[in-house]
């Protein structure tokens, strides 16, 4: 079996894996451009290559992209990609504080760790973990969903209230468009443009960006990125430092990790539910005094759990041919191009391909070691220029990330009127990232809800009744009655005092 | 009696969304499915459940004080990006790019010699990445065909 792994590698597939990794660290790192776009720009190389290199190619950028969205994250306070959605809530406060280069050797290793035990639960247990995957329907998934949703409201930090008034904006703005079931036309005032939706990139790029660029460029001009005044050697010691505290943290890369290849083998859950829901997770578990330590669990947890959840993505797409997210669905298409056919029989059908694709997996896991140490010094150099040149740069790369995702004015100026909108949620308290991922999950969980009552014929005590998503709903209940308590507490030692 | 702050003024129009929101809701043709219900159905949910929080919000203290001119500030530079890119069919992206960079490089008080480089360098450097190797397509400018 461990023969099978490395058979297929020549220099030409290594080469290939090498630039994959490259190309989707690059690719992740731009907001606005996804690893999905990634793997679509260099699917046509397929047809020339050889399934191993090109297989091998798309797995890298797959690997790649899922660590390189953290870079912006970090230092700008742009996730780089919906896996990275809530990296920058610590990192980049950790970046501000002068850690840059601990912050991204934090991410970059807990990436690597990720990766590597998604491999393993990939390599050791994809059988069962599709098993269990399969048992999520329709009901199980709009649990999980929801569950999701209201522990990232929740915990908001400066109002709960607040947190699910942003959730509820976020799905009234996932609810523009086509219904998923009917296909009836919602909210598009009778333009053909709206009846698409509104996609999640520009709105993510716009709150996320455009706030920081109105700040430094119209309200204080005084406004600074996080720079840092160190050489190679001394953010070389900032990564030996993460290094440490990522050894100190084994039980959170451990717990991150699993949960990350669960969801990934859950098909259309997605690399941003499994980031938020080990990240809200690890907050309440991971207590620390100390705010630096607490902030690096913070970082740790979501890049871990978002890079392992690319190995479980891969579960569902080759043992059931489903692919889990949209980046399996696009190496599915590779895979039937060259004749392979994902599935239960893949193992024993197609041994070479199976194994030459986790082998492909290993050594894309081995050069994003590599290449983002290396590179750690380099991002952090590119950020070393002026806030007032980068600016302007930044705003320019929004409007053209924007523009990308569609070849589509209208995501621009969605990109923009959001971007506004975001600028006065933060300064009214209103935080950002229930709106975003509300409106991430909002077609899923509208989907899977309706789904749910098609099949027990309009019977909404459906999610009772499995066990999985009464489990689930268990578990969402105790948190806000736990919420509710802390909620009433609070109340009355404020009326105590008064 | 309320006084009018910035937060006060958001959150009328949080609720004057969700009214729009809910009326339009109840509009939907009902072709129901098996469920009985149908594209008016998560909306509706949606609009109560974001009423129950909104009104709960609107009647906790406002904090934040409206502050005239940096709204005005920010309506200014609304204005100055809405305008070009309106005309982004006509004016083609390039230009429209240009045209933001050389404003805010003015903006934050770079040398005009330093704005031009800088202006210039980062629209090729656009072309070469996102036309030539990601094979975008920009909207032109109108002479062009």
Not at chain 1, 119 to 132: A, G, H, K, Q, Y
Not at chain 1, 473 to 491: A, D, P, Q, R, T
Not at chain 2, 60 to 72: D, G, R, S
Request: aromatic share 12%; with cysteine; charged share 10%.
């Amino acid at each position: 079996m461990i023969d099978l792994l490395f058979s297929n590698l020549n220099f030409l597939t290594i080469s290939l894996i090498f630039f994959g990794v490259a190309f989707g660290i690059l690719v992740s790192a731009i907001p606005g451009l996804t690893t999905t776009i990634g793997v679509v720009l260099l699917l046509p190389f397929s047809f020339y290559l050889d399934s191993a290199s090109s297989l091998g190619m798309l797995m890298g950028v797959f690997v790649g992209g899922m660590a390189g969205g953290a870079i912006p994250a970090i230092l700008i306070n742009i996730p780089g990609n919906p896996a990275s959605i809530v990296t920058n809530v610590n990192g980049y406060p950790l970046a501000q504080s002068g850690k840059g280069d601990f912050a991204l050797g934090l991410a970059m290793i807990s990436s690597t760790l990720g990766a590597l035990i998604g491999l393993i639960i990939l390599f050791l247990i994809s059988p069962e973990l599709s098993d269990f995957a399969l048992k999520f329907g329709a009901v199980e998934q709009c649990a999980l969903v929801l569950l999701g949703l209201s522990l990232v409201s929740a915990l908001s930090e400066k109002s709960v209230m607040k947190g699910y008034i942003s959730m509820c904006f976020g799905l009234m703005v996932a609810t523009i468009g086509l219904d998923p079931i009917t296909a009836t036309p919602r909210y598009n005032f009778n333009t053909v443009t709206l009846q698409q939706g509104i996609s999640f990139i520009p709105v993510m790029i716009g709150m996320f960006a455009l706030p920081t660029i109105i700040e430094s460029l119209i309200i204080s001009k005084d406004f600074k990125f996080p720079t840092l005044d160190k050489n190679f050697k001394q953010c070389l010691v900032g990564v030996f430092d993460a290094l440490k505290e990522i050894l100190q943290s084994k039980f959170n890369i451990i717990r991150s990790s699993v949960i990350g290849s669960i969801i990934g083998a859950i098909p259309g859950t997605g690399s941003a539910i499994a980031a938020t829901l080990s990240y809200q997770l690890t907050k309440k578990i991971e207590k620390s005094d100390n705010k630096d330590r607490f902030s690096s669990q913070g970082v740790i947890s979501p890049e871990a759990a978002n890079s392992s959840m690319s190995g479980g993505a891969l579960i569902p797409m080759l043992t059931l041919g489903i692919p889990g997210d949209p980046v399996t669905a696009v190496m599915l298409g590779a895979l039937t191009i060259h004749g392979l056919e994902p599935g239960p029989l893949m193992i024993s059908s197609f041994p070479e391909a199976y194994y030459g694709l986790l082998g492909s997996f290993a050594v894309s896991v081995f050069f994003l070691v590599i290449l983002t140490l290396i590179g750690i010094p380099f991002f952090l150099k590119a950020i070393r220029i002026k806030t007032k040149y980068l600016m302007p740069i930044i705003f320019v790369l929004c409007i053209i990330g924007s523009f990308a995702l569609r070849n589509s004015m209208l995501d621009v100026w969605i990109m923009i009127i959001f971007g506004v909108i975001a600028f006065y949620m933060n300064r009214n308290g209103y935080p950002i990232l229930p709106m975003i991922l509300a409106l991430i999950l909002g077609k899923i969980l509208e989907e899977q809800f309706r789904m749910s009552l098609i099949i027990s014929l309009g019977d909404p005590f459906i999610f009772f009744k499995k066990p999985i998503s009464l489990t689930l709903l268990i578990i969402l209940g105790c948190f806000l009655s736990y919420i509710f308590v802390k909620f009433l507490k609070k109340v009355i030692n404020q009326n105590k005092n008064v | 009696m309320f006084k009018i702050t910035e937060e006060l003024l958001f959150k009328v129009l949080i609720l004057t969304a969700f009214i729009i929101y809910f009326y339009l809701s109840l509009q939907f043709p009902s072709i129901s499915m098996q469920e009985g219900y149908g594209a008016g159905l998560f909306p509706i949910i949606i609009s109560i459940s974001f009423f129950l929080f909104a009104i709960k919000d609107f009647f906790t203290k406002n904090k934040q004080e409206f502050n005239k001119k940096e709204n005005l500030i920010l309506l200014g530079f609304l204005i100055i990006i809405f305008i070009p890119m309106y005309f982004i069919n006509i004016l083609g992206m390039y230009f429209v790019l240009a045209l933001f960079l050389f404003y805010l490089n003015y903006v934050l008080k770079i040398p005009i010699i330093k704005n031009i480089i800088i202006t210039l360098a980062t629209i090729v450097t656009a072309h070469l990445v996102f036309v030539k190797i990601f094979k975008l397509s920009f909207p032109e400018i109108w002479f062009i065909e």
